[in-house]
């Protein structure tokens, strides 16, 4: 019995000792850098994409397809969240969406900074309330739901909703967080969770974390 009581003390002891991964840690890495800057160009061209299927939709539904299809244009923050795991990743990546998108020649121009800037911001608080430990579908779901929350007041009044009937208004709001929660939180996890299976994300927080449960 004191044997298994001191080798399990050595064992703890080894562990403390051990250095954590370079993607364990508070400081960025370089692999982590690039990785951001991949996904934040990719999904910047997939959101432009994005904004003509809107467009389309649009032109049969009327005014409610924004809110049926805004959750795509979390997703990305998400994904990143998840693969990277490291505070203000989701913030980060919302606003080098948006960049890449006014230098690709977005006809939206720079309010597209403020749309990422409450994008980027809403999608990082869950993150943030769980100090950046926990990234399981409630956590990340979430986050989808939170910026949908953020980006409706952000549109409110940059639309002038409070011009339209309430009934209304509220209908859009649940609308887009039920889209956020599917199209930003859960879609953004698939994808994400698709391409770590790929192996390419070897040597990120997400290889490391996901082999214990979240």
Known sequence: MSNEISNDISNETTNRSRPLPPALRPSWTMRETV??????????FLYLGWVQVWLVVQSMTGPLAMDVLMGFWFSGSI??????????????????TVFVQILAGNPSGAILLLTGLVQGAGSEVPFA?????????????????????????YT????????LAGGLVLT???????????????????????????????GLAVDYQTRNSE
């Open 156 to 163: 409110y009044f940059r639309f002038s909703y409070w011009e």
């Open 79 to 96: 994904f990143a969240a998840w693969l990277i795991r490291k505070p203000f990743v989701a913030f980060s990546t919302a606003m080098l």
């Open 129 to 153: 309330l769980t100090r950046w430990k926990h990234y399981s579908y409630p956590v990340l779901m979430a986050s989808g739901a939170c910026t949908s929350v953020f980006s409706f007041v």
């Open 172 to 202: 859009m709001l649940i609308i887009r967080v039920v889209s956020g929660v599917i199209l930003g939180g859960v879609l953004g996890r698939v994808l994400a969770g698709a391409v770590h299976r790929t192996g390419v994300t070897s």
């Open 35 to 44: 990785t951001l800057a991949i996904i934040g160009v990719v999904f910047a």
